[in-house]
C-alpha cells in the first residue's frame, strides 16, 4: 500500500480552503455547483483546486469523509469521557453539534458515494454510539428501547440549519432541542414508541437509496 506524501504548507492551506468553500457552497446551492465558483469562494485558482480534486466526485467524496471522520472523532469523544453515562450521551450531541458547519453532507444530506472507507466510518459510528449506549442502558439513564439509529437520526435533524436565523439563535435552539431529546430519552415515565426500530442493515439500505433516487 503506498501512502501520498505530506503536503507542502501552503499546499495543505489551499486544500483546507477549498474544502471550506465546498461546504458552504453545498450548503447554499447543493452539490452542482460549479467549481469554478468553489474555487472563487476559496481564494484560489481553478488550477489549483483541479490539482486536488481532479472532478466534483472526488470534492464530493472527500467532504463526505471528512464529515464521517469528524462525526466519529466526537462519538469516540463522548464515548471516552469517565463521567457517568448521561453525560457521554450529552457531550456526544454537543461534539456533533460543534462540528455542524463541517458535516453538510453525511448530516443533512448528499449523492450517495460507494466506497469503502464511507462505509467503514458508517459503521464505526453505530457500533461506537451502540457502546455508550449499552453502558446508558446498564447505568438505567436510557430507555431500554432506544437503539444507535435513533440517536445518529436525532443528531442529524438537530444539526440541520434553520433557515434565515442568526447563528447565535439557531444554536440557542439547537442546544434547547438537544436538552428536551435527552430528557426524552430517560426511562421513568417512558411511553411505548409508536413503531419498532429498523433493523441496522434495512436503515442504511434504504438512506441510501433515497438519496440515490434524490440525486438523480
Not at 453525511?106 to 454510539?129: F, K, M, S
Amino acid at each position: 500500500m503506498t501512502t501520498e506524501p505530506p503536503l507542502r504548507a501552503d499546499a495543505q492551506r489551499n486544500r483546507e480552503r477549498i474544502l471550506a468553500a465546498a461546504r458552504e457552497l453545498f450548503r447554499e446551492q447543493g452539490t452542482a455547483v460549479a467549481l469554478d465558483d468553489i474555487a472563487r469562494r476559496a481564494g484560489v485558482g481553478a488550477g489549483t483546486l483541479y490539482r486536488r480534486f481532479p472532478d466534483r466526485d472526488a470534492l464530493v467524496r472527500q467532504v463526505i469523509v471528512d464529515g464521517f471522520e469528524i462525526c466519529l472523532a466526537a462519538v469516540e469523544g463522548a464515548r471516552a469521557e469517565p463521567a457517568d453515562p448521561a453525560v457521554a450521551l450529552e457531550r456526544l450531541f454537543l461534539r456533533v453539534l460543534e462540528q455542524r458547519e463541517r458535516l453538510v453532507l453525511p448530516l443533512i444530506g448528499g449523492p450517495v458515494v460507494r466506497e469503502p472507507r464511507i462505509q467503514e466510518l458508517q459503521h464505526a459510528i453505530r457500533d461506537t454510539v451502540e457502546d455508550i449506549l449499552v453502558r446508558a442502558r446498564s447505568a438505567g439513564v436510557v430507555r431500554d428501547d432506544i437503539t444507535p439509529e435513533d440517536l445518529i437520526t436525532a443528531a442529524a435533524m438537530v444539526c440541520r440549519p434553520m433557515p434565515h436565523l442568526p447563528d447565535e439563535m439557531s444554536a440557542a435552539l439547537a442546544a434547547r432541542h438537544v436538552a428536551v431529546y435527552l430528557h426524552g430519552l430517560r426511562p421513568e415515565g417512558a411511553r411505548p414508541l409508536p413503531a419498532a426500530a429498523p433493523a441496522p442493515g434495512d436503515f442504511g439500505r434504504h438512506v441510501a437509496m433515497d438519496a440515490e433516487q434524490r440525486s438523480r
